[in-house]
Nanobody
Framework: QVQLVESGGGSVQAGDSLRLSCVAS????????MAWFRQAPGKQRKFVAA????????YYADSVKGRFTVSKDNAKNTLYLQMDALTPEDTASYYC???????????????WGLGTQVTVSS
């Protein structure tokens, strides 16, 4: 069974940092396009960041550009999201996803994790 498992969420103060991880159960997943999305209560799921299968290209939502960094370690089957200078607006459940391409459209992605909660207080 294909699985993506996120971890690293938590409750922090504004200005703090967190690093999210997403472990893929199959190597073929980590060698796909991968992305992070987030969903705040009562709001639609939104794109956060994506990385190409090789790790050579990255894409970010304007709201996180310069603060978040997406990366992957194919040897460890793991996707990361380093989040710095967090604000209360970053509070959401964060989901990792894998698919044949890497872009900001959630329909691109075939596999999804169950999410990890990030809460940022002011």
């Amino acid at each position: 069974q294909v699985q993506l498992v996120e971890s690293g969420g938590g409750s922090v103060q504004a200005g703090d940092s967190l690093r999210l991880s997403c472990v893929a159960s199959r190597r073929t997943l980590i060698e796909s396009g991968m992305a992070w999305f987030r969903q705040a209560p009562g709001k639609q799921r939104k794109f956060v960041a994506a990385v190409s299968w090789s790790g050579g290209s990255t894409y970010y939502a304007d709201s996180v550009k310069g603060r978040f960094t997406v990366s992957k370690d194919n040897a460890k089957n793991t996707l990361y999201l380093q989040m710095d200078a967090l604000t209360p607006e970053d509070t959401a459940s964060y989901y990792c996803a894998a698919g044949p391409n890497s872009n900001d459209y959630d329909g691109t992605y075939t596999y999804w994790g169950l999410g990890t909660q990030v809460t940022v207080s002011s």
